[in-house]
């Protein structure tokens, strides 16, 4: 009977088992690949091909949900248009007015507004393709988001359904939630695509029409280089032949407020900059002011030391300003000529008020006059048209050119005037630039005339501020030394004073230069194409033998050499100087022989340094040093020993600066440990240079290596008949004097008899080893006062001559002169 009950159940087993092994045998069929729990919710275009249950489903259902969650935030997290909302429409602003000024054939822009808006059109090409660069990662973003979603929404769970739907109702809530969501996320995924498709479009028009306009601007860039010398215009004795445009004055307003929209713009684009320029502009401020007020209160010398501030102690924040100004266009990328214009206008109105109190009313008068043909030049090198119109007046201001610069070489002829030897020169050229200017201008050649005036009044100007700048920079550091001195009453003497400054003025006259070079090309025009010129020969490969390399290569490390070198003698001087000046007598709070292990870690750091900057393979340095290791074995052993022995020197200290040793018969004041020699500055006022080889192989003598203190023998010779005693006692009284030490004590000793004295060996200990000349000038000269008032007598030599016979008068006969003639 349990057999019969159970044999429908085995029976109902086989046939499912069999079904099951139909069903894998022939996936053709879609209704056997699903599970006999779910059914397809539609009919399929693609029949199935794995077999679909109910708890795949649910695996299926949890791990599309947290995907979906994952993509979700991706979508939620949109393209951050701030940024580009800014760059696009500034960018299609500026094309469609330098399109429309490009296809005005009427108005021919000059050379100068093409360079500054090939300028300002790369700073907005380098906008746009940042902004490119963000859109292409939301749209790649967004291309695989949409992978994944197309991925669930194709996946067999979204095709099926459960038969009987009051089963599982949770699982059935969470299906239709997921399909639900995932229709949501493919809505907003779809406008997402559609918004960065639309700012894709747009940059790409953007870059397009930017390609083209750079094109052009290139084309007539090359036309008017070529035209720069060719006559452009007729000569001033012909008729009239160039074009008759609007007014001057309508052309200075719109110039000016384009020029304004430029620097405004640019400005904004570069906030953050600007407002760190500021804060450094109020943190030197700052830093001025309160050190002049210590100065002030605190030092016993101030008027002294404010005494030799030009610029910095009347007027700090003017200072401050002139300097950050003068070096503000090497921290902004590619300025437009607009921006330079402002900083130039700037730096001349502070220039202007330094020098009011500064040089005579003359040459104020002069200044003056220059001033109101800068601010006339300034204005005109803004116009982004060439306005022929405005010829007479540049003839005009030629001659007025002329004129000042001839006033200026008067003025050398002025003694009351306080001007540089060098302001005869810069009168010379002035006056050769605007005569050339003028003559180029009767000749046609306006585009030429008008560049080589407007630079050459700008470029005289910005010359007279950047000598300010160098000596503002100067006060700085003479103030930053003052500041660091401890010792209220101490103060720079003027011989290191200038020589300080001499020392500061050949780095920062290098930088003037540098940024006077840097207006000056830009005033041109020609910056951009001076400096890709200097780019490409720099970086362009050389060749010797085997060896490849660039000019770049060899200026970044001979830079980098330069500027170790300068900050390694700048230091040591400094620090030799505060050694000097250190009252103290313990070595251990002097620098002394370390000042050589300062310069020697400051060179091999920026060895290094100018290696790694430079991109000198290690392999070339290897065969170099191979090289002086052969030179070093045949004639550099002397030179190689000195080296080392100045290493030596550095750490074992025998010797300090302001040490006072004997070296052979060479005696005198360590002045300089060096690398590889010393200087040692004898009594006698010579500085002897002695190679640290021989300090060390030589028998070297240090009378202040670890006290200053001295001996000081002297030798006293009294008469035969004096009272010993006496001499003795008077002796000992003198060495009671300042400045000789009780420990240990003097001593008087009767040393012995002489010829024509009794010797006494006098023997006492003074404190400082700089003044025993005066302490025993002051001894002997109290013994011989003390001996002069008891009656001793110190004998020297003298010999008593004994006559024992007399041989009475010779006989002489006695003529007259006048006889012997006869």
């Known amino acids: ?459 005289l100007m910005h010359a007279i501020t950047l000598l300010i700048f160098v000596i503002i920079v100067k006060e700085i550091i003479y103030i930053l030394i003052e500041v660091s001195r401890k010792n209220e009453a101490e103060f720079t003497s003027i011989i290191d004073f200038y020589d300080i400054q001499k020392r500061v003025n050949i780095l920062f006259s290098y930088l003037a230069i540098a940024i006077w070079g840097y207006y000056f090309l830009e005033s041109l025009g020609v910056l951009e194409t001076v400096l890709d010129e200097i780019g490409s020969f720099l970086t362009a490969q050389r060749n010797i033998l085997n060896a490849s390399f660039t000019y770049a290569q060899i200026a970044v490390f001979l830079l980098i050499v330069y500027i170790a070198t300068f900050l390694a003698n700048t230091i040591s001087y400094i620090a030799s100087i505060k050694d000097e000046q250190n009252t103290s007598n313990l070595r251990t709070k002097k620098l002394g022989s370390s000042i050589l292990l300062i310069r020697l870690s400051v060179l091999i750091i920026g060895f290094l340094i100018a290696i790694a900057a430079s991109g000198i393979p290690l392999d070339k340095i290897a065969i170099v040093l191979g090289a002086l290791s052969v030179g070093i074995g045949f004639g550099l052993q002397t030179i190689v020993n000195n080296l080392v022995s100045g290493i030596i020197l550095a750490f074992e200290k025998p010797i300090q600066i302001g040490d006072i040793i004997q070296v052979g018969t060479i005696e005198g004041v360590v002045k300089d440990i060096g690398i590889r020699a010393s200087k040692i500055k004898n009594w006698e006022g010579a500085e002897v240079i002695i190679p640290n080889g021989d300090l060390l192989a030589q028998h070297l003598t240090n009378w202040t290596l670890s006290d200053k203190q001295r001996r000081v023998e002297l030798t006293i010779g009294v008469a035969y008949d004096s009272n010993m005693d006496l001499v003795t006692s008077l002796i000992q009284e003198q060495l009671k004097a300042e400045g000789i030490l009780n420990a240990p004590p003097s001593r008087v000793l009767l040393q012995s008899f002489a010829d024509n004295s009794v010797n006494f060996r006098v023997l006492f200990w003074v404190d400082d080893v700089d003044v025993w000349i005066t302490i025993r000038d002051q001894v002997m000269r109290g013994i011989f006062k003390s001996f002069k008032e008891n009656d001793i007598e110190i004998p020297f030599p003298q010999r008593d001559l004994h006559v024992k016979s007399f041989p009475g008068l010779i006989a002489e006969k006695m003529f007259d002169p006048k006889d012997q003639t006869q």
């Open 1 to 459: 009977m349990r057999f019969l009950k159970l044999f429908p159940l085995i029976l109902f087993g086989l046939l499912g088992f069999q079904s099951n092994s139909h069903a894998q045998v022939s996936p053709a069929n879609p209704l056997t690949l699903v599970d006999s729990l779910l059914e397809l919710s539609e009919e399929q275009a693609a029949p199935l091909v794995d077999r679909v249950t109910l708890e795949d489903n649910i695996k299926k259902a949890q791990d599309f949900t947290f995907q979906l969650n994952h993509i979700n935030q991706i979508v939620n997290n949109a393209l951050d248009t701030t940024e580009l909302q800014k760059i696009i429409p500034n960018a299609e602003r500026f094309i469609t007015v330098v399109g429309s000024r490009l296809e005005n054939e009427e108005a021919k822009m000059n050379l100068r507004y093409i360079s500054a808006l090939e300028n300002w059109l790369g700073t907005i090409k380098g906008q746009v393709l940042e902004g490119e660069k963000l859109i292409s990662n939301r749209v790649n973003q967004l291309f695989e988001v949409r992978l994944q979603l197309d991925s669930i929404m194709q996946n067999n769970l979204m095709r099926t359904n459960l038969k009987d739907t009051t089963l599982l109702p949770e699982y059935q809530r969470t299906i239709t939630s997921l399909k639900a969501n995932i229709g949501k996320t493919d809505s907003t995924l779809n406008q997402q695509r559609i918004e960065v498709a639309n700012y894709q479009s747009r940059t790409f028009n953007i870059i397009v029409k930017i390609n083209e306009i750079e094109e052009r601007m290139r084309s007539q860039k090359r036309a008017l280089e070529k035209a720069l010398f060719q006559k452009e215009t007729n000569f001033i004795w012909e008729p009239r032949d160039f074009p008759k445009t609007e007014k001057l004055i309508f052309i200075f307003r719109d110039s000016f407020k384009f020029n304004i929209s430029i620097i405004r713009n640019y400005i904004n684009s570069h906030l953050s900059l600007s407002i760190f320029l500021v804060l450094i502009v109020l943190g030197l401020f700052y830093w001025i002011s309160g050190n002049l007020k210590k100065i002030r209160s605190q030092k016993e010398f101030a008027t002294i030391i404010l005494g030799r501030l030009r610029y910095t102690h009347n007027h700090p924040f003017l200072a401050s300003l002139l300097v950050v100004l003068a070096i503000a266009p090497f921290f902004f990328p590619n300025p437009p000529v607009s921006f330079f214009a402002l900083i130039l206008i700037l730096l001349v109105s502070i220039s202007g008020i330094f020098l009011k109190k500064r040089i005579g009313k003359n040459s104020y008068k002069i200044w003056l006059l220059l001033y109101f043909l800068f601010l006339i030049s300034t204005g005109s090198n803004l116009y982004w048209e060439v306005a022929y119109q405005e010829r007479w007046h540049l003839l005009f201001f030629n001659l007025f050119g002329i004129y000042i610069g001839w006033k200026i070489l008067k003025l050398r002829h002025h003694e009351e005037e306080d001007l540089p030897s060098y302001i005869k020169i810069l009168g010379r050229l002035y006056v050769f630039a605007c005569g050339f200017s003028f003559i180029s201008n009767i000749l046609g050649r306006f585009s030429l005339a008008k560049m080589i005036g407007i630079t050459s009044t700008l470029s």
